[in-house]
C-alpha cells in the first residue's frame, strides 16, 4: 500500500495532536479505581462535623438559656399579679373604680366621690389594655398629694393618667379635681377595634 505525500503530511499533524490529547485527557480524568461520588462523601463528612461541632456549642449554651427564660417567666408572673381582674372591660373597671373609692375613705379626713366618669378601654402594647375611670373630689392641695401618693402605693398596676383642677372655694380652701387613673389589663379585655363601615 502506497501513501501518499498528502498522507504522511497528514499523519505527522495528526500524531502530534494524539499526543497532545492523550496527555490532557490522562491530567483531567480521575485516577483509576476513584470516582466522582468519592469526593462528595468527604466534603459532607467536614460539614457535619462543623454541623456537629455548632450543635453542641448551641447544647453547651441551652442551660444558660433554660435558666434565662426561667428567670424572665417567675419576673412577668410577679409583674402580671398587678393586672386588674375581671371576666371583661367593665368589670376591670369596677374593680379599679373600687380601689379609688378604698383609697378616697383611707383619707384623713375621708374624701368623697361625687362624679364617676368610665373610659374606653385601649390597646397598651401587643400583651395589655389598659381601662380608665375618672372620678371628681373636692379637697385640698395636700389631701390631692395624698391621694395621689396613695394611688401609686397600690399593689395592682394602677398610675394616676391625668388631673384637672377646678376653681377653688376660698372659704374651705378646697378645689374641685378630677382625676384619671388608668389600670393595666390583659389584652382578651380589650375589644378589637374595627375599621370604619363601608356604605
Known amino acids: ?5 498528502r ?3 497528514a499523519l505527522m499533524v495528526l500524531a ?7 496527555i490532557y485527557w490522562a491530567a483531567t480524568s480521575a485516577p483509576s479505581g476513584s470516582t466522582g461520588a468519592a469526593v ?3 466534603d459532607s463528612i467536614q460539614r457535619a462535623e462543623k454541623r456537629l461541632t ?3 456549642e448551641s447544647l453547651a449554651t441551652l442551660d444558660g438559656k433554660e435558666a434565662v427564660l426561667k428567670q424572665a417567666s417567675l419576673e412577668l408572673s ?4 398587678g393586672l386588674l381582674p375581671g371576666e371583661s372591660a367593665a368589670q376591670a373597671q369596677a374593680q379599679l373604680l373600687q380601689i379609688l373609692q378604698r383609697i378616697a375613705k383611707a383619707q384623713t ?7 364617676v366618669e368610665m373610659g374606653q378601654p385601649r390597646t397598651f ?3 395589655y389594655g389598659v381601662v380608665t375611670v375618672s372620678v371628681t373630689v373636692d379637697a385640698r392641695i395636700d389631701e390631692v398629694v395624698n391621694l395621689l401618693a396613695s394611688v401609686s402605693a397600690q399593689p395592682e398596676a394602677v398610675a394616676t393618667e391625668e388631673i384637672r383642677f377646678g376653681a377653688a372655694n376660698e372659704k374651705q380652701k378646697t378645689m374641685p379635681v378630677r382625676i384619671t387613673v388608668s389600670g393595666i389589663v390583659p389584652r382578651k379585655l380589650v375589644p378589637e377595634r374595627k375599621g370604619p363601615a363601608a356604605f
Do not use: C, T
Not at 379626713?109 to 362624679?115: A, F, K, V, W
Open 1 to 5: 500500500m502506497n501513501i501518499s505525500d
Open 7 to 9: 498522507d504522511k503530511r
Open 16 to 22: 502530534p495532536v494524539l499526543i497532545v490529547a492523550a
Open 40 to 42: 462528595a462523601p468527604v
Open 54 to 56: 455548632y450543635l453542641r
Open 78 to 81: 410577679e409583674r402580671e399579679k
Open 109 to 115: 379626713p375621708p374624701l368623697e366621690i361625687r362624679q
Open 125 to 127: 402594647g401587643d400583651a
